[in-house]
């Protein structure tokens, strides 16, 4: 096979992976009752994620200002194999007993973040993204400093205050949109929140970047 064909099927089979694994995160999330537990036990997605080198549109996307312009595009492949994950997830488990449960609680949620109004989905979803960013660079700072604990808590506390407050997170919202049954037309809030997600992600190395920080 060629080397840039095996280079795009392995960069969509690891963002595919990275979609299954924000699912189970909003799964445990939408049937654990205490939002705190809940909040934190979600962060065992990106902490997979992170660990494993899949591919997370939220985790790639702020790296856009610092790559070359095809970043561009696996980012956005990234995007779509995150999505396809995602529904995945979200059709194997409707074939469980939790699939009501499921169904119910991902339609609440996405009720209320489609009634939304444009500029507070964006807004929301910027909040993510830096958010979202920070989880990924703390990561990368901890691994060179090999600080274990900050690794972790690096990771989780970014996702558990993004869950807590309420912040729209385009891939984990896909999981709630496949999970509710209210794909397609659903799909036009999961674009703006990605643009969201992409502006926050990029706010701290653009800024960064800018003033030569």
Not at 41 to 57: D, P
């Amino acid at each position: 096979m060629n080397k840039k064909v095996k280079s795009w099927t392995d960069l969509a089979a690891n963002a595919f992976l990275s979609g299954l694994m924000i699912s189970v995160g909003g799964a445990v999330y939408l049937l654990c009752e205490n939002k705190i537990i809940g909040s934190f036990l979600f962060s065992f997605g990106l902490f997979t994620i992170v660990q494993r080198g899949f591919a997370l549109y939220t985790g790639k996307v702020g790296y856009i200002p610092e790559n070359p312009p095809v970043y561009i595009i696996s980012t956005l492949v990234t995007l779509i194999g995150n999505a396809a994950g995602t529904a995945f997830a979200a059709f194997l488990l409707q074939q469980t007993r939790f699939s009501q449960t499921l169904r119910e609680k991902a339609g609440i949620c996405m009720e209320t973040k489609t009634s939304d109004s444009i500029s507070s989905q964006l807004v929301l979803g910027a909040f993510c993204g830096m958010l979202m960013y920070l989880a990924v660079d703390n990561a990368r700072e901890s691994r060179k400093k090999n600080a274990d604990l900050s690794f972790v808590f690096g990771i989780c506390i970014p996702v558990m205050i993004f869950i807590i407050c309420g912040f729209n997170h385009s891939v984990a919202d896909a999981f709630y949109m496949f999970s509710a049954g209210t794909f397609p037309e659903d799909t036009g809030y999961i674009l703006i929140v990605a643009a969201g997600n992409a502006a926050g992600g990029m706010t701290i190395p653009f800024i960064r970047k800018v003033c030569r920080l």
